[in-house]
């Protein structure tokens, strides 16, 4: 092999720029750090007789990267990879050659590969021989450097695109090359931060629907009080140029932190976790703004329990799908109403309303603020995320005591404040930690996060510093009272018709939707019927395939409708926890290899079969969820509102009375 002609084809290259022009696009730090590299120094290129064989080698031990021929060993590599033939997204760690790559990427199957390379060297001599330029832009192919892959860079991939969340449970971290087997501790931390990416995404989708729906009844049925309210865009406007946001929340440290805080209160804006309110109003201290996030009418207690005295100058930031009772238990100060990020809260295109509360808890909406604002310095209180010392789960003083939170019997652990050790947590906590930390990871410019805690557990991002030490940082310049204005009752009803409009378009769109399903559930059920019937009788010969090909082409169609934006932001929310959970399984089955024609036709049939259930509770799901629109909207107006099918029904049935 030549060392030379490889040298001239990197220095003389303008696949590189290709490249590195799709790269500055997709990963500008990849882009960077590859910039920074003038020529190969650590390993050197071997080119064969074919542009496709050529073997990288470590100069400092003479250690090839493949041991016999690079082309033959791929195509072994490529063979053994049949397996994973109709896997749509791949996840490799050592890029060798990129030769393998390159084939598996001729597969129209394979819409994504992500590869971790530890040897930045190796991804520049790559990217020099070969143009993967097309497949980098269209994110194809994700190159990413193993000493910047983190758990939020791998997590960011499931946000990037969501169908890659449905294969989490046929995950597997691919190594082709024996040559990377030293990097396994390496390979070994990667791997942990995939399975907790996934498990986190997983996790996240829930496994439940009441919350969704309860969240599209309380709403719809809000408006009446949110949009006659100050927006989300009021409040960030007012808040923004403030220096130092704190976010009190009620974890068992707190206590400790509640005379230092009323020193600092004058200076500093404090947004307050609605369990903390009347802790700090015990103490004297009185929040800038109270945020309340939860769906649940025990939520109204923190308020009920606490004098009208103390919600005075007092804004209350709800979101939208909060319980009636907890708008009517305060009083006094400004309710204040925003939007969390669901599909059906952006449909209404009151964009001035949202988004906050990506996150799961009021602590999560509470740093969205302060993003949004733009603090230049955020401290958290009372974030501990874990059970104290003494086994408490909330603070001294919390409105359901202490303990209201039990230890399991099954513990989990997290790494605890300061390191050095975990501390117990559960499974909640745990996932309002991974949510905490992504906001922190993905805030789009420079901010100071200190976690002044000084307990539970660590949140990974922010800068551990006493309380005490923190407050040194806060200028003592005494704040400004926050004045809110409501919209005009102008704009207010107009934004209210507009709703009405909207919820009834819902309705209608909902209702054809849930028809085709029916429709084709009824097709299908009584085609499984038929071929159970002839499998019974040995009458197999008689099945009829041009008839599974219908019905296959028939549910791609709704899964098309499914994975439409229109049908997301009506219904996704609602139905996603069931049917997320059916499609890991469904996405299992459509990995399988197939050998021949007769292993194809049975895997169609236990497809066929597998969305049985998915379609009878797809059109179930569609049906709860109009039915409470339609009884938020009787609520709002007052009225029956008649839909387009009872429209039709009353028309069949008029003309069946004339015949």
């Known amino acids: 092999m030549e060392t030379q002609n490889a040298q001239t084809q990197i220095e003389e290259n303008s696949i590189y720029q290709r490249n590195l022009h799709a790269l500055s696009y997709r990963d500008p730090l990849l882009f960077y750090n590859l910039m920074q590299i003038q020529t190969n120094t650590k390993y050197e290129v071997f080119m064969g007789n074919d542009s496709a064989n050529f073997n990288i080698v470590e100069i400092a031990n003479q250690t090839p990267l493949y041991q016999n021929d690079p082309l033959q060993e791929n195509l072994e590599r490529l063979n053994q990879y049949e397996v994973y033939r109709y896997y749509p997204y791949l996840y490799s760690y ?92 390496e390979i070994i931390r990667v791997n942990k931060d995939f399975v907790q990416a996934i498990e986190h995404n ?17 709403h719809i049925e809000n408006m009446k009080y949110s949009l006659f309210a100050p927006s989300l865009v009021e409040v960030h406007n007012k808040l923004k140029g403030r220096d130092t946001a704190i976010i009190v929340s009620t974890g068992p440290s707190l206590y400790k932190q509640l005379e230092q805080l009323k020193e600092i209160a004058p200076y500093a804006t ?48 709800l979101t939208s799908i909060v319980h009636e009772d907890t708008i009517h238990a305060i009083t006094k100060g400004i309710k204040q109403f925003s939007f969390r990020p669901f599909g059906y809260t952006t449909l209404f295109n009151l964009y001035e309303y949202g988004y906050l509360g990506i996150g799961m808890s009021a602590a999560n909406m ?94 990974r991002g922010t800068i551990e ?11 003592k310049v005494k704040k400004k009272q926050l004045k809110l204005k409501a919209p005009s009752k102008a704009v207010a009803r107009k934004n209210f018709a507009q709703v009405i409009e909207i919820c009834q378009n819902w309705i209608d769109y909902g209702e054809t939707q849930q028809n085709q399903i029916e429709e084709v559930f009824s097709e299908l059920m009584q085609f499984l019927q038929t071929i159970e019937k002839l499998n019974k009788e040995n009458r197999l010969e008689e099945f009829d395939f041009a008839q599974m090909d219908k019905l296959i082409d028939e549910i791609d169609g709704l899964k098309d409708m499914f994975n439409s934006r229109v049908f997301h932001d009506y219904f996704t929310d609602a139905v996603q926890s069931y049917i997320f959970h059916q499609e890991l399984d469904i996405a299992q089955l459509l990995v399988r290899p197939i050998k021949n024609d007769d292993d194809k036709k049975a895997k169609e049939l236990e497809w066929l079969y597998c969305h049985r259930y998915w379609l009878f509770s797809l059109a179930g799901g569609i049906d709860t969820v109009v039915t409470v629109i339609r009884r938020a909207l009787k609520f709002l107006t007052g009225a029956e509102y008649e839909s387009e099918r009872d429209k039709k029904i009353a028309q069949e049935k008029l003309e069946s009375k004339k015949s």
């Open 465 to 475: 510093m006493p309380f005490k030490e923190a407050c040194a940082l806060i200028p």
């Open 94 to 185: 050592g890029l060798g050659n990129g030769i393998l790559y390159r084939m598996m990427l001729g597969s129209e199957i394979l819409k994504r590969i992500v590869v971790i390379e530890p040897e930045l060297e190796i991804i520049y001599i790559v990217l020099n021989l070969i143009d993967l330029s097309d497949e980098i832009y269209s994110n194809r192919m994700i190159l990413l450097h193993s000493p910047q892959c983190n758990y939020h860079m791998i997590n960011s991939l499931f946000d990037m695109d969501k169908f890659s969340k449905v294969y989490s449970k046929v995950y597997d971290l691919l190594i082709p090359n024996s040559y990377y087997e030293k990097y396994s501790e």
């Open 366 to 459: 509470a740093y969205e603020l302060v993003v949004h604002s733009q603090f230049k310095r955020c401290i958290i209180i009372g974030q501990d995320l874990a059970f104290g010392e003494d086994g408490s789960s909330h603070s001294k003083g919390a409105v359901y005591g202490e303990n209201e939170i039990k230890p399991k019997e099954e513990k989990m652990f997290v790494e605890k404040y300061g390191g050095g050790g975990v501390v117990e947590t559960t499974e909640i906590w745990k996932l309002f930690l991974g949510f905490y930390e992504k906001d922190i990871a993905n805030t789009p410019y420079k901010i100071e996060v200190i976690n002044a805690t000084e307990g539970g557990a660590r949140i």
């Open 270 to 317: 404090l947004f307050c976790i609605d369990a903390s309110f009347p802790i700090l109003y015990q103490h004297g201290i009185k929040p800038d703004i109270v945020f309340s996030l939860e769906r649940v009418k025990e939520s109204a207690k923190f308020y009920t329990d606490t004098p009208e005295e103390a919600q005075e100058g007092v804004i209350f930031s």
């Open 202 to 218: 997983v996790i996240s989708v829930g496994n439940d629907t009441k919350d969704a729906i309860i969240g599209i009844k309380q």
